[in-house]
């Protein structure tokens, strides 16, 4: 599998997309777009892939890929990835019962700017947040601009990704937060 190093948060072209479709976990890939008007036959696999992985593949015009790839070999597809390794939330809630402790989590919603996610990272350590809960639909990821502006911050808090912000906040009511 290759990945573009100039690109890092980008894989793109189609033997590289679907194999990382196929291999990675779905937590690792923040967005998947597909071109309009794409082959049908490699769009109905490009769907059936997201689908099976609970992601959401959207079509966007062939310009929105060219940006992305500043005119790279695109060949219909990017996948927009995560630079860094995302917490599972259950492991979280596991630690912190364990050390019991009162953990003090703060849940984004709709946060689409990787400056502003990074810079919420770093209040968040600087004010003793012990983990971050972010959505993993419409809403930036963690990537390289998110730690640049965090400056090291994403290092020191864990972030978890949830499909639903509501049954998460539910489930975590459930368990006396």
């Keep these: ?25 779905a937590n690792s890939i923040n967005k998947i777009f597909i071109q309009k008007g794409v082959q049908e036959e490699f769009a109905k696999e490009v769907f059936k892939l997201a689908k099976q992985k609970g992601l959401i593949a ?3 015009p062939k310009s929105k890929l060219d940006d992305l790839t500043e005119n790279g070999n695109h060949q219909g597809i990017v996948l927009a990835v ?3 390794e995302y917490a599972d939330l259950d492991d979280l809630l596991i630690k912190f019962n ?10 984004l919603d709709s946060i689409e700017d990787p400056h502003n996610l990074g810079s919420i ?6 004010t003793g947040v012990d983990a971050i809960i972010i959505p993993k639909h419409r809403a930036t990821g963690l990537t390289s601009v998110v730690a640049k502006t965090s400056t090291g911050a994403i290092d020191h808090v864990p972030v978890a990704r949830v499909t639903n912000l ?4 539910k ?3 459930e368990q006396g937060f």
């Design 1 to 25: 599998m290759t990945i573009d190093s100039t690109k890092p948060d980008f894989v793109f072209g189609r033997h590289a997309a679907v194999d990382y479709l196929k291999e990675m976990d």
């Design 166 to 169: 509501v049954n998460t906040v």
């Design 82 to 84: 995560a630079s860094f």
């Design 58 to 60: 959207q079509e966007v």
């Design 171 to 173: 489930m975590m009511k």
């Design 121 to 126: 990272l770093r209040t968040a350590d600087a």
């Design 98 to 107: 364990a050390e019991e402790k009162e953990p003090f989590f703060l849940m």
